[in-house]
C-alpha cells in the first residue's frame, strides 16, 4: 500500500486547510485510514481515523470539534482542518491499516505515508 499526502502549507490562525491522502497499491487490505501529526520535538499524535467505507469515524477527544476526516470512492481520504492554532504546527502524515477497524489508534497503523506540513502563524 502506498500513500500521498498532500495539502498542507502555511495559513494563519483561525484559517482553514484540507489535507487529501490518495491510496494505491493493495487497497484491497485496507480497513482503516487515519491521519496523525508530530510537531518538532514531541511524539507522534493521532488526530483521527475513518473506515475504509466510510461509515465509522473516530477522534480523541483532544481533536474534537475543529477537524473532520471523510473519504471518497476513489481511494482519496482528507481532513478538514478549520480555526487553526499555532500549537497545530506539525507535519500530518496519513496512514492505513489492514486489520478490523478499530476507531482508537494511538499506537499508529501499518502503512505510512510522506508527511505534509502544515504551518499556522500566529
Known amino acids: 500500500v502506498q500513500l500521498q499526502a498532500s495539502g498542507g502549507g502555511l495559513v494563519q490562525a483561525g484559517g482553514s486547510l484540507r489535507l487529501s491522502c490518495v491510496a494505491s497499491g493493495r487497497t484491497f487490505s485496507i480497513t482503516a485510514m487515519g491521519w496523525f501529526r508530530q510537531a518538532p520535538g514531541q511524539e507522534r499524535e493521532f488526530v483521527a481515523s475513518i473506515s475504509w467505507s466510510g461509515r465509522s469515524t473516530y477522534y480523541p477527544d483532544s481533536m474534537k470539534g475543529r477537524f473532520t476526516i471523510s473519504r471518497d470512492n476513489a481511494n482519496t481520504m482528507y481532513l478538514q482542518m478549520n480555526s487553526l492554532k499555532p500549537e497545530d504546527t506539525a507535519v500530518y502524515y496519513c496512514?492505513?491499516?489492514?486489520?478490523?477497524?478499530?476507531?482508537?489508534?494511538?499506537?499508529?497503523?501499518?502503512?505510512w505515508g510522506k508527511g505534509t506540513q502544515v504551518t499556522v502563524s500566529s
Open positions: 496512514a492505513a491499516d489492514p486489520t478490523y477497524y478499530s476507531g482508537n489508534y494511538p499506537n499508529g497503523m501499518a502503512y
